[in-house]
């Protein structure tokens, strides 16, 4: 069945340092997507950055990066250069062949000066 | 295109009352997605549609939630004889099958307060 687990209910990091935020899966099928997607205290979910089971190379999209390791079913966010305006929730999520889109239960992101 | 959109943004009833949201995904979006969320977890997969097709409920939609997408635009949600349980934030999604791994838009919910 499918299944994300994001580990970390909390992570907290000074502004200008990197931060990585864990997600591991499972899915029996082949052929599946992953997605980050940030919730500020607004509310809007976000979408940031998209990792195919098929990529061979790792998703980046600005100081976004996706650390992705197929064999152990991981797929880390990793955010370059922190700013105050990073603070918010951060979910992963994934999508296989049933075409459903599920997600983990979040981890949240403090960015201190 | 204004994105997706969710009607109302805001509901307040009381238990027992029955509740109607409306989602209007982006035009040329076939998947649509409801999803609920309360505070400080993720979002949990209720239904979706590929087009007017209703492809999976979760578990989590009991008998009293229906959700319709007639004509394979816009979507409804409803909640009958509403819970203190059901209060939560409901939230839509679309996206478009040109590629099957396309991220999903949302909508900005509706919070729905059961008292």
């Known amino acids: 069945a499918q299944k994300i687990t994001q580990t970390q209910p909390g992570m907290f990091v000074q502004e200008k340092e990197a931060v990585t935020l864990d997600c591991t899966y499972d899915?029996?099928?082949?052929?599946?997507?992953l997605f980050w997607y940030k919730q500020p205290s607004s509310g809007e979910m976000i979408f940031l950055i998209y990792?195919?089971?098929?990529?061979?190379q790792n998703a980046t999209e600005g100081r976004y990066s996706l650390n992705f390791q197929k064999a152990r079913k991981s797929a880390n966010l990793v955010i370059s250069a922190s700013q105050l305006g990073d603070s918010a929730m951060y979910f992963c999520a994934m999508r296989d062949n049933t075409d459903k889109l599920i997600f983990g239960t979040g981890t949240r992101l403090q960015v201190f000066p | 295109d204004t994105g997706v959109s969710q009607n109302p943004r805001h509901k307040i009833t009381k238990r027992g009352q029955n509740v109607t949201f409306r989602c209007d995904p982006i035009s040329e979006h076939n998947r649509l997605y409801w999803y609920r969320q309360t505070l400080g977890q993720g979002p949990e997969f209720l239904t979706y549609f590929q087009n007017e097709a209703q492809l999976e409920k979760s578990r989590l939609l009991s008998d009293r939630f229906s959700a319709e997408r007639p004509k394979g635009s816009f979507s409804t949600l409803e909640i009958q004889r509403t819970e203190q349980g059901d209060s939560a934030m409901y939230l839509c999604a679309s996206s478009s099958n040109r590629d099957k791994n396309t991220e999903a838009f949302f909508g900005q919910g509706t919070r729905l307060t059961v008292v």
């Open positions: 899915t029996s099928d082949p052929s599946y997507g």
């Open positions: 990792q195919g089971s098929y990529d061979q």
